[in-house]
């Protein structure tokens, strides 16, 4: 298949889905988000604030998940019912292969028609892998790809990835909707999955940039309380402010994150400044995961212990990203990293990997908005954190120009209008 053009509208949304309110049909649709859990990640978040912030006079959301926990489960309306897969099959269980997915398939089927469901939403290719698979072509649905998939399958499956692969498009070709967060991720999902292109929708991440502001005022965990008030005294003593560069790492610790890469990079700018003392770069891991022991022993091996800090994860970590010098987005891939708006949000300087369109979309043109480097170029990067500290004012520059991109391109509410716009559309061709 040959390169991917898609039609987009205004902010990147395809211009059917941003035409305006469509007629709304009785009563309020009653809307599942499907999620794995609630954990931390950006798709998570991204499934919470949707579900938190519908129109309740033209939908009743409901959310599904296949286990239950995670911090955005405590911080769902009341008025949102959740269903969780591992209420009625509880762990530890052995199933054979197979029985797990049609055992879910089953549940989703379940709930679906029990709950009268009109509209189902999901959110990674985990859950649409589900929901292709119970509901077919029986509910509307709508399904979301949040990462290149031609990186992402691979590394996340182990096991069936070219069944995977062939079940996936067959659930996107049959989804009421299918919606990407950048042109490179549609671009790829129309490669890998072999689907017309017109059959894929633009639609870029946003955030709460009020939200996002407002938190990141608020008090933390001990130990990032802690670190906060060792920073403002050293920025009150001028002598080793200047010396210092803090950076934030927020992110899952999983490999496409970068955060071995990460390390090498602050290991590389202790060599070159060793003798002349004149930059201690301080990193700042916000997160867990499944590589942290892994990481925790590149710590130890690159003798970094006195400038790699560990906070775990925050359900809150603004506060750490706003009191930093800038943000590091060191990944292998991404599909629109949440973190990288954050941080313009808040005035933050950001450095992030070139990893391919989406970043460059993201730093604009000449990198007016963030600095960019080679993906895993460990002397590049290191270059660039000392760039940084000889002349922060160009960074604060492009991180001005990039909180005012933010609030332009990437608010909230422009993003819920065209979400709902899609989600009664798919109901009222079905209705036809």
């Not at 949040?146 to 069944?163: I, N, T």
């Not at 498009?169 to 967060?181: D, E, I």
């Given at each position: ?239 080793t402010a200047s010396s210092q560069i803090h950076a934030a790492l927020i992110g899952r610790f999983t490999a496409e994150k970068g955060h071995q890469f990460a390390l090498q990079v602050a290991a590389e700018v202790r060599r070159r400044t060793k003798e ?157």
């Amino acid at each position: 298949m040959g390169e991917a053009v898609f039609v987009t509208g205004p902010s990147g949304v395809d211009s059917e889905a941003d035409s305006g309110h469509a007629p709304s049909v009785s009563g309020p649709l009653r809307v599942l988000a499907c999620s794995g859990s609630l954990d931390g990640g950006g798709s998570e978040r991204q499934l919470w604030q949707l579900v938190s912030r519908l129109d309740r006079q033209r939908f009743s959301p409901e959310v599904y998940l296949l286990a239950r926990r995670g911090p955005y489960l405590e911080q769902l309306p009341s008025d949102v019912p959740v269903h969780a897969f591992e209420d009625d099959y509880p762990a530890p269980r052995s199933f054979p292969p197979g029985r797990i997915t049609y055992l879910q398939s089953r549940h989703l089927r379940q709930i679906v028609r029990q709950r009268k469901i009109d509209v189902v939403y999901d959110r990674t290719f985990h859950m649409t892998l589900l929901t292709g698979w119970a509901l077919a072509s029986s509910t509307p649905r709508v399904s979301v790809i949040v990462s290149p998939p031609s990186r992402d399958v691979p590394a996340s499956e182990h096991r069936f990835v070219w069944l995977k692969r062939r079940l996936l498009a067959r659930a996107y070709r049959s989804a009421s909707a299918t919606l990407c967060v950048s042109e490179e991720v549609a671009s790829d999902a129309a490669n890998f999955y072999r689907l017309p292109p017109s059959c894929l929708q633009v639609m870029p991440n946003p955030i709460d940039v009020e939200l996002v502001r407002q938190r990141a005022t608020q008090s933390l965990a001990e130990t990032a309380e802690r670190w906060l008030h060792q920073q403002a005294s050293q920025i009150e003593s001028s002598q080793t402010a200047s010396s210092q560069i803090h950076a934030a790492l927020i992110g899952r610790f999983t490999a496409e994150k970068g955060h071995q890469f990460a390390l090498q990079v602050a290991a590389e700018v202790r060599r070159r400044t060793k003798e002349s003392a004149r930059l201690s770069l301080h990193l700042h891991l916000v997160g867990n995961g499944p590589l942290q022991s892994e990481i925790e022993q590149s710590i130890d091996r690159l003798q970094l212990q006195d400038c790699v800090h560990l906070h775990g994860y925050l359900t809150n970590p603004y506060p750490v990203l706003a009191a930093c010098d800038l943000a590091l987005v060191p990944s292998d891939y991404e599909g629109f990293p949440n973190v990288a708006l954050e941080a313009l949000a808040l005035g933050v300087p950001l450095v992030m990997t070139n990893y391919g369109a989406t970043a460059r979309h993201i730093a604009g043109l000449d990198d007016q908005r963030a600095t960019l480097i080679p993906v895993r170029d460990v002397s590049a990067a290191a270059q660039s954190i000392i760039d940084f500290q000889l002349n922060p004012q160009r960074a604060r520059e492009r991180a001005l120009a990039g909180r005012a991109w933010v609030e332009a391109e990437h608010a909230l509410a422009p993003w819920l209008d065209r979400m709902m716009n899609v989600l009664e559309r798919v109901c009222q061709r079905r209705n036809r």
